[in-house]
């Protein structure tokens, strides 16, 4: 069974602040991603990575930064927070492969930005 | 937007009875997959359905793809209360480095 954990369920953060969200899979699968779900706008791709080191930006990759220094491990980083980035943030991960393999994912990590 | 669109929004049905919901794209998809949500949680994969298939089963579900008129129907069959939860598709588009999510339809079965 594929396990996708985040670093944490919930997280209050104040406007400035450095943020580092972590996500793990132990499935060793090659691609990672971090969406963004809001209400109405549904979930938006915000970096991916097909392999170590490697990324990819997605439709909203402003204000964030990723990094995959091991193959099971992708963060995302907000330099500096701000409030607009208060959302429900998502880690899937995939085979090897295209668009179409399946995605699993993480259960997902609720940030509020006062 | 890019993004697929499930309809309703919103659905609310008795336990026992069928619930469906929709999915509309604009562009040509290679496939498309329908995932699920239970409240708060990150999401748990369906199904998917190729362009070149039609239909599709598995268990109680029940998935058709209609590329000529760019939409999807995901059909839940003898509805559970554990059935209550948001659904949504989403379309791996000819040509785009992306998988595109719809808004979702939040489905809730009552006992």
């Known amino acids: 069974d594929v396990k996708v954990t985040q670093s944490s369920r919930y997280l209050v953060k104040r406007t400035g602040e450095k943020v580092f969200l972590e996500c793990v899979q132990d499935?060793?699968?090659?691609?990672m991603f971090w969406y963004r779900q809001d209400p109405g706008l549904g979930l938006r791709l915000i970096y991916f990575?097909?392999?170590?080191?490697?990324?990819e930006k997605g439709d909203i990759p402003e204000g964030y930064s990723v990094s995959r220094e091991k193959k099971e491990r992708f963060s995302l980083i907000l330099e500096s927070a701000s409030t607009n980035q208060t959302s429900m943030y998502l880690c899937?991960?995939?085979?090897?492969?295209?668009?179409?393999?399946?995605?699993?994912f993480g259960p997902g990590t609720r940030l509020l930005v006062l | 937007s890019q993004q697929g669109e499930e309809d309703p929004q919103a659905l609310s049905i008795q336990e026992g009875e069928n619930a469906t919901m929709n999915c509309s794209y604009k562009?040509?998809?290679?496939?498309l997959q329908w995932y699920r949500q239970n409240s708060g949680r990150g999401l748990v994969h369906l199904i998917l359905?190729?362009?070149?298939?039609r239909e599709k089963h598995s268990g109680r579900l029940r998935v058709t793809l209609d590329t000529s008129k760019k939409s999807s129907s995901l059909l839940i069959t003898a509805s559970r209360a554990a059935d209550t939860a948001s659904y949504f598709c989403?379309?791996?588009?000819?040509?785009?480095?992306?998988?595109?999510f719809g808004t979702g339809t939040r489905l809730t079965v009552i006992p």
């Open positions: 899937a991960s995939s085979l090897m492969g295209g668009w179409g393999e399946t995605q699993y």
């Open positions: 499935m060793d699968h090659e691609n």
């Open positions: 990575s097909y392999d170590v080191k490697m990324k």
């Open positions: 562009t040509s998809i290679n496939n």
């Open positions: 359905i190729r362009s070149n298939e």
């Open positions: 989403a379309t791996d588009q000819t040509g785009a480095n992306n998988l595109f």
